[in-house]
């Protein structure tokens, strides 16, 4: 499988701690996917300050192609997080990189060479999301977002992820109905420790979440996602792939941060990284 990650990225800041993870939604299912064995890259605005090379370093050392990605002098996207003492984690303050990513032609002709396109709410790509459509096929994390968001969208988008850890059983499938009936083939809702629903024309699949010793749940739905991503592209069954996706979410959750790298936050914002080697961006 060929997957790109399109749009976010962001430093998870852990002020209690003193530490920072790369992290962001678009590279962390990048991520999560080229280790179980998918083609993974990665497009979109790296910031040109120590938190972006930390990403830029990061996304590199896991073997994910940043060749197309950008380098502006904006400042890098970053979430303050705490976690309780159950591994919940609460954002406690955000600043975003709110610039919109345009796609050149050449964008679209490096994303035409994977299998799915993998983008979110937060990574600004709205209005360029039917052209991504049109030369690969869409997978998109609405997260919390309405339907009044998701509506005009959703007819460019081959597989929906929502989040919704509030919603009771009947709730749930009514939102992928109802998602399903404006064009993707598959749509996803997950409910938190409740598990997850994967819902198809033909299908509706619960999922009951793992047990695990909990450390940090940022990025479990990241790593839901990709391993779902990966699973159903490989041609496993909907149950096969869902029971998949739980565990590697568990995992996931047994180690903080979205994909591991811890930095010092002191340091971070102090001194630069070096940049990667050649042998990392090739």
């Known amino acids: 499988m060929r997957l790109c990650g399109v749009g976010d990225n962001v430093v998870d800041r852990y002020p209690d701690l003193g530490v920072v993870y790369p992290g962001g939604s678009a590279c962390n299912v990048a991520v999560h996917a080229g280790r179980l064995g998918a083609r993974a890259g990665y497009l979109g605005s790296i910031g040109r300050d120590a938190p972006g090379d930390l990403i830029r370093h990061c996304l590199a050392s896991e073997g994910v192609d940043i060749r197309w990605a950008r380098y502006g002098d904006h400042p890098t996207a970053w979430a303050d997080i705490k976690l309780d003492a159950q591994g919940n984690r609460t954002f406690t303050d955000y600043r975003a990189y709110t610039e919109e990513l345009r796609l050149r032609p050449a964008d679209l002709d490096y994303l035409a060479s994977f299998d799915l396109a993998h983008s979110g709410h ?3 790509v709205e209005r360029q999301l039917a052209e991504i ?3 690969t096929r869409v997978s998109f994390d609405f997260s919390y977002k309405d339907m009044s968001y998701a509506r005009p969208l959703l007819p460019s988008v081959g597989i929906a992820f929502f989040s919704r850890p509030a919603l009771d059983r ?12 404006l064009g993707p083939r598959q749509v996803v809702v997950t409910c938190g420790d409740r598990g997850a629903l994967l819902a198809t024309p033909e299908h509706r699949v619960w999922q009951p979440a793992v047990s695990t010793t909990v450390v940090d749940t940022l990025g479990a739905g990241d790593a839901f996602a990709a391993q779902l991503l ?9 149950e096969i792939a869902m029971a998949r996706a739980a565990a590697y979410a568990a995992a996931v959750c047994r180690h903080p941060g979205g994909y591991g790298y811890p930095a010092d936050l002191a340091a971070l914002y102090e001194d630069p990284m070096p940049p990667p080697t050649q042998e990392e961006t090739t």
């Open 133 to 135: 459509a049109r030369v």
């Open 170 to 181: 009947e709730g749930c499938e009514g939102l992928a109905a109802e998602a399903l009936a």
């Open 230 to 238: 990966v699973a159903l592209h490989a041609g496993a069954a909907p």
């Open 122 to 124: 937060t990574s600004l």
